[in-house]
T-cell receptor, first 113, second 114 residues
Framework: GNSVTQMEGPVTLSEEAFLTINCTYT??????LFWYVQYPGEGLQLLLK?????DKGSNKGFEATYRKETTSFHLEKGSVQVSDSAVYFC????????????FGKGTTLSVSS | SAVISQKPSRDICQRGTSLTIQCQVD?????MFWYRQQPGQSLTLIAT?????????ESGFVIDKFPISRPNLTFSTLTVSNMSPEDSSIYLC???????????FGPGTRLTVT
């Protein structure tokens, strides 16, 4: 079946530290891949996306590269800020499967100053 | 991106009652979905709301418990019927526009069942 696996949290970092959140997927076709972010008390926001192999999605200093050979879509940021504290969800969608999103369990990031 | 609103934003309901959640989009969209986010958990798809026809439900979700309507391309409702405390969750609608790959989410409805 189709699924997404994220690294377990919480992740606790100091401001300006480097961030990596691992995400791997299993899919029967060629998925589109997404990172969504949920800030405390807020709704779910699209952070970035990639729709085919080797695509790099980027937004707000975050980046993720669609790696078909390792079925991964790891989220990275070179220097995190306190305002990046949130829950991050990796997700995939498959046109063949009706395009609904399949989410990972989410990773909580806490950044301290 | 589409602007999506949900009503109510939150509610506290007694067990055995029903609540209808509304999702309104400011533009016509191809697809609308309903998800559930249980406390501290990830999002799970409940169903795809199909315009003019019955919704398509995921395994573990049934129409009698979660009836869905989608009368046009900008509006959908989800009803949580005969509620129990296990239904306490955030319910979110999302939309997908023609030619796009990404979904956008409404702000969610936080439901507490006592």
């Amino acid at each position: 079946g189709n699924s997404v696996t994220q690294m377990e949290g919480p992740v606790t970092l100091s401001e300006e530290a480097f961030l990596t959140i691992n995400c791997t997927y299993t899919a029967t076709g060629y998925p589109s891949l997404f990172w969504y972010v949920q800030y405390p008390g807020e709704g779910l926001q699209l952070l970035l996306k990639a729709t085919k192999a080797d695509d790099k999605g980027s937004n707000k200093g975050f980046e993720a590269t669609y790696r078909k050979e390792t079925t991964s879509f790891h989220l990275e940021k070179g220097s995190v800020q306190v305002s990046d504290s949130a829950v991050y969800f990796c997700a995939l969608s498959l046109y063949q499967a009706g395009t609904a999103l399949i989410f990972g369990k989410g990773t909580t990031l806490s950044v301290s100053s | 991106s589409a602007v999506i609103s949900q009503k109510p934003s939150r509610d506290i309901c007694q067990r055995g009652t029903s609540l209808t959640i509304q999702c309104q989009v400011d533009s016509q969209v191809t697809m609308m979905f309903w998800y559930r986010q249980q406390p501290g958990q990830s999002l799970t798809l409940i169903a795809t709301a199909n315009q003019g026809s019955e919704a398509t439900y995921e395994s573990g979700f049934v129409i009698d418990k979660f009836p869905i309507s989608r009368p046009n391309l900008t509006f959908s409702t989800l009803t949580v019927s005969n509620m129990s405390p296990e239904d306490s969750s955030i319910y979110l609608c999302s939309v997908l526009s023609t030619g796009r790959s990404e979904q956008y989410f409404g702000p969610g409805t936080r439901l507490t069942v006592t």
